[in-house]
């Protein structure tokens, strides 16, 4: 069986997608889950390539009991070719990567919120320039929003 490969997009690379990364391939494991899976985030911006997540978001995802660790990069057109799903944070996000969506890819792009239960289709907001308050509260929307993801894409393998 191939793995499903899942890609999470947002700005810059540093707070929301990196941090959706780190819950899903924690929620992964911890369902014994992670043969099939590859996971990765990137930014559709270039500012942070190469850099280490915010470390606001990192003290906060280590608070809830995740640790994670990524290398910011940029999103690329050959992601639609190596990722089955891709998952952009916002409106302006999802836009960015639809803009640049081939013919011919088969992956899926969805809003990471088209899973959340409490805010189907809306966007996680970005907690750059907010305190620990906003930091929780998309931790919070992305450990939902994760879980029924996962939820969806077993049910996918299965069927």
């Known amino acids: 069986m191939s793995k499903v490969k899942v ?3 947002c700005l810059g690379n540093i707070c929301r997608s990196p941090l959706a990364e780190g819950i899903f391939r924690q929620r992964v494991e911890e369902r014994g889950l992670s043969d099939r899976y590859e996971i990765d985030s990137c930014g559709t ?3 942070h390539i190469g850099k280490q997540p915010d470390s606001r978001s990192m003290a906060n995802a280590k608070k809830n009991g995740v640790l994670y660790n990524h290398s910011a990069r940029q999103f ?3 992601d639609f070719h190596n ?3 891709i998952l952009p944070m916002d409106d302006s996000n999802y836009e960015d990567v639809i803009s ?3 013919r011919d890819s088969r992956a899926r792009v969805v809003k990471m919120r088209d899973y959340d239960n409490l805010g189907n289709g809306s966007d996680v907001p970005d907690p750059y320039y907010g305190g ?6 998309v931790f919070d929307i992305l450990d939902r929003s994760v ?3 996962i939820d969806s894409l077993e049910l996918r393998i299965k069927n």
């Open 147 to 149: 879980n029924s993801l």
């Open 7 to 9: 890609l999470f997009v």
């Open 45 to 47: 911006a270039a500012y």
């Open 100 to 102: 640049l969506k081939p």
């Open 83 to 85: 990722f089955d799903v």
């Open 132 to 137: 620990e308050k906003g930091f929780q509260e």
């Open 76 to 78: 690329e057109v050959d």
